[in-house]
């Protein structure tokens, strides 16, 4: 029998798509970014404020820029704000990694200073706790290390680090009004951007989603390369300024967030600023990979920590204290792209006792601020259909056991914010929240109805500071059911402005995805969409900067113990 013949169309359509392959190989190889760091000056810099941050936070290359005088290879930037006691004011340190999670070396000229970023940075943070008052928790400063995704790096005008100026802008603006901390921010860069192209142009783009395979694996070195020596390195200079405030929270009986609403701004933030040292940790995309990579470890240990420090509290044999240490206060991944069978260990080990011990009960009775929170949304085409169609190719081979096989296939091909079986949460507005009728009726917060656009960031943080302790209030009246459900859904606050099509929703709904959630469980995982997070790369959504800010306001008391 004759074999087909195939069609002189289809011929030359496969001519054509070979053909286009190969140049987008082509042209990947020869437009390859250069291994090298970006930051190789470690002078003192001269004033690096950010030229426009209006509230708009317009996606433009002005927003989040520094003026020309502020080199674009410094190591770490200053940024003086708007004057005295006008907030906005913070330290930016950069740290850098190779493609092989290593710190570049010293000795080659084109590196420049690049060998000394982490030790700088590092060495501003052991002066800034030398010159503090510790012992009466008056430490001036909180630490925020964001580590940037796929298709970016440490450039001056790179969208990661104008977002990240424009972060730590507004984190320095809440703590003119509450805890009066400097901010320290170090932006981790590593060779994210596979080419040295444009991606704005759409062929550059396509060019760039070339290198996902070799960036996905990069991503994986960095996080298990040098990143942990820094990060345990913050960890512990975060602990010994925090010693004494351990000892006292463990000390009190009374673990509870309990300020009246009602008092000054500076009395609500008065137990969210007892904590001396405070770190967030942010990644973003293959950042989060990163992040993730670097700390799970640690964190499914911290709990276990806790679960062991409870069993031993009982029998009064215990000198350690029974709060949730952690990796930072708050863990933060934004569309991350990370297989959710990486994630399942620590959601397991955050939900219950998987040895089905008898302080299973009093584990998760206990509430916790978030650990660790990623939040992804529905919009993100390249978590949700991208990166299960490259799973597909790394994963060929996989065997699945029967009974559980279509649930582990699931995991190995999406990542932890797409894979249903492991959200926890929904972060929607109220008007999308009571279409789904989850709820019989979502009423829109009346305290967030008080602010706007033209809210200065003081009555914002007074807003949201009462919000929180309100929520903590009401907490703590269903201190020992496991799943309080009364308190939900959960409402954060924003300006209004969210979308043309409902102009006037104040805040965001957050609801747990079904009744078996354990509420009080310190790892979020958030299925959010349009118009709280529109793509994979919406950094610059100012109603994803109210989420965040919010929730780096709470995670200033970390371990809230209701009993």
Same mark, same amino acid.
Request: charged share 25%; with cysteine; net charge negative.
């Given at each position: 029998?004759?074999?087909?013949?195939?069609?002189?169309?289809?011929?030359?359509?496969?001519?054509?798509?070979?053909?286009?392959?190969?140049?987008?190989?082509?042209?990947?190889?020869? =437009?390859?970014?250069?291994?090298?760091?970006?930051?190789?000056?470690?002078?003192?810099?001269?004033?690096?404020?950010?030229?426009?941050? !209006?509230?708009?936070?317009?996606?433009?290359?002005?927003?989040?820029?520094?003026?020309?005088?502020?080199?674009?290879?410094?190591?770490?930037?200053?940024?003086?704000?708007?004057?005295?006691?006008?907030?906005?004011?913070?330290?930016?340190?950069?740290?850098?990694?190779?493609?092989?999670?290593?710190?570049?070396?010293? !000795?080659?000229?084109?590196?420049?200073?690049?060998?000394?970023?982490?030790?700088?940075?590092?060495?501003?943070?052991?002066?800034?706790?030398?010159?503090?008052? %510790?012992?009466?928790?008056?430490?001036?400063?909180?630490?925020?290390?964001?580590?940037?995704?796929?298709?970016?790096?440490?450039?001056?005008?790179?969208?990661?680090?104008?977002?990240?100026?424009?972060?730590?802008?507004?984190?320095?603006?809440?703590?003119?009004?509450?805890?009066?901390?400097?901010?320290?921010?170090?932006?981790?860069?590593?060779?994210?951007?596979?080419?040295?192209?444009?991606?704005?142009?759409?062929?550059?783009?396509?060019?760039?989603?070339?290198?996902?395979?070799?960036?996905?694996?990069?991503?994986?070195?960095?996080?298990?390369?040098?990143?942990?020596?820094?990060?345990?390195? %913050?960890?512990?200079?975060?602990?010994?300024?925090?010693?004494?405030?351990?000892?006292?929270?463990?000390?009190?009986?009374?673990?509870?967030?309990?300020?009246?609403?009602?008092?000054?701004?500076?009395?609500?933030?008065?137990?969210?600023?007892?904590?001396?040292?405070?770190?967030?940790?942010? !990644?973003?995309?293959?950042?989060?990979?990163?992040?993730?990579?670097?700390?799970?470890?640690?964190?499914?240990?911290?709990?276990?920590?806790?679960?062991?420090?409870?069993?031993?509290?009982?029998?009064?044999?215990?000198?350690?204290?029974?709060?949730?240490?952690?990796?930072?206060?708050?863990?933060?991944?934004?569309?991350?792209?990370?297989?959710?069978?990486?994630?399942?260990?620590?959601?397991?080990?955050?939900? =219950?006792?998987?040895?089905?011990?008898?302080?299973?009960?009093?584990?998760?009775?206990?509430?916790?601020?978030?650990?660790?929170?990623?939040?992804?949304?529905?919009?993100?085409?390249?978590?949700?259909?991208?990166?299960?169609?490259?799973?597909?190719?790394?994963?060929?081979?996989?065997?699945?056991?029967?009974?559980?096989?279509?649930?582990?296939?699931?995991?190995?091909?999406?990542?932890? !914010?797409?894979?249903?079986?492991?959200?926890?949460?929904?972060?929607?507005?109220?008007?999308?929240?009571?279409?789904?009728?989850?709820?019989?009726?979502?009423?829109?917060?009346?305290?967030?109805?008080?602010?706007?656009?033209?809210?200065?960031?003081?009555?914002?943080?007074?807003?949201?500071?009462?919000?929180?302790?309100?929520?903590?209030?009401?907490?703590?009246?269903?201190?020992?059911?496991?799943?309080?459900?009364?308190?939900?859904?959960?409402?954060?606050?924003?300006?209004?402005?969210?979308?043309?099509?409902?102009?006037?929703?104040?805040?965001?709904?957050?609801?747990?995805?079904?009744?078996?959630?354990?509420?009080?469980?310190?790892?979020?995982?958030?299925?959010?969409?349009?118009?709280?997070?529109?793509?994979? =790369?919406?950094?610059?959504?100012?109603?994803?900067?109210?989420?965040?800010?919010?929730?780096?306001?709470?995670?200033?008391?970390?371990?809230?113990?209701?009993?």
């Amino acid at each position: 029998m004759n074999a087909p013949v195939r069609s002189a169309t289809a011929s030359f359509a496969n001519r054509v798509a070979a053909q286009i392959v190969i140049a987008l190989l082509a042209a990947t190889l020869s =437009s390859c970014a250069p291994l090298k760091p970006y930051r190789t000056i470690a002078e003192a810099p001269v004033d690096c404020t950010p030229i426009d941050l !209006g509230s708009d936070m317009p996606d433009d290359p002005s927003f989040g820029a520094v003026p020309t005088a502020c080199a674009p290879n410094l190591i770490k930037e200053v940024s003086s704000g708007r004057g005295a006691g006008q907030g906005g004011a913070y330290e930016l340190h950069f740290v850098e990694y190779d493609d092989q999670g290593m710190l570049y070396p010293s !000795g080659v000229a084109k590196y420049g200073q690049a060998h000394q970023q982490a030790k700088l940075f590092l060495s501003d943070l052991r002066k800034e706790l030398l010159n503090a008052d %510790v012992e009466s928790g008056n430490t001036p400063y909180s630490v925020v290390i964001f580590v940037h995704g796929w298709k970016n790096n440490a450039r001056s005008d790179n969208e990661n680090v104008r977002w990240f100026r424009a972060a730590l802008t507004q984190l320095s603006d809440v703590e003119e009004v509450t805890c009066h901390r400097k901010i320290v921010g170090a932006y981790v860069g590593w060779r994210g951007a596979g080419t040295s192209l444009n991606t704005a142009h759409i062929w550059n783009d396509l060019i760039e989603d070339t290198t996902f395979f070799s960036r996905q694996r990069a991503a994986t070195r960095v996080g298990q390369g040098e990143i942990r020596e820094l990060l345990a390195r %913050v960890r512990a200079i975060e602990d010994e300024a925090d010693a004494t405030w351990i000892r006292t929270k463990a000390a009190s009986k009374d673990r509870t967030h309990n300020v009246a609403p009602s008092r000054p701004l500076e009395d609500q933030a008065g137990a969210l600023c007892q904590k001396p040292v405070r770190v967030l940790i942010v !990644g973003h995309s293959f950042g989060g990979r990163i992040v993730y990579t670097a700390l799970a470890d640690a964190m499914i240990r911290d709990m276990e920590a806790l679960r062991e420090r409870i069993r031993l509290e009982k029998t009064e044999h215990s000198n350690r204290p029974a709060v949730l240490q952690r990796e930072g206060d708050v863990v933060i991944a934004i569309s991350p792209a990370i297989e959710a069978t990486s994630f399942v260990p620590l959601y397991r080990t955050a939900a =219950s006792d998987p040895l089905g011990g008898s302080d299973t009960q009093e584990y998760i009775r206990q509430y916790h601020t978030p650990m660790f929170v990623s939040i992804t949304s529905y919009d993100d085409v390249a978590t949700r259909i991208a990166y299960p169609i490259a799973a597909h190719v790394t994963t060929l081979g996989y065997l699945y056991p029967k009974g559980d096989r279509e649930r582990e296939r699931r995991a190995a091909l999406e990542t932890l !914010g797409q894979d249903q079986d492991y959200v926890s949460y929904r972060l929607m507005l109220p008007s999308q929240e009571k279409r789904r009728r989850q709820f019989e009726q979502v009423i829109p917060d009346p305290l967030c109805a008080t602010i706007n656009r033209s809210t200065s960031m003081k009555e914002r943080a007074r807003v949201e500071l009462q919000r929180t302790n309100e929520f903590i209030q009401q907490l703590g009246k269903y201190a020992w059911d496991a799943n309080a459900a009364e308190v939900y859904p959960r409402q954060f606050c924003t300006d209004g402005q969210v979308d043309k099509e409902s102009p006037e929703e104040f805040s965001m709904v957050l609801a747990p995805v079904s009744d078996k959630i354990n509420l009080n469980s310190p790892i979020w995982n958030i299925y959010t969409s349009h118009p709280i997070l529109n793509d994979h =790369s919406d950094l610059l959504n100012p109603i994803l900067l109210d989420f965040l800010r919010q929730l780096y306001e709470e995670g200033g008391s970390p371990n809230i113990q209701l009993q």
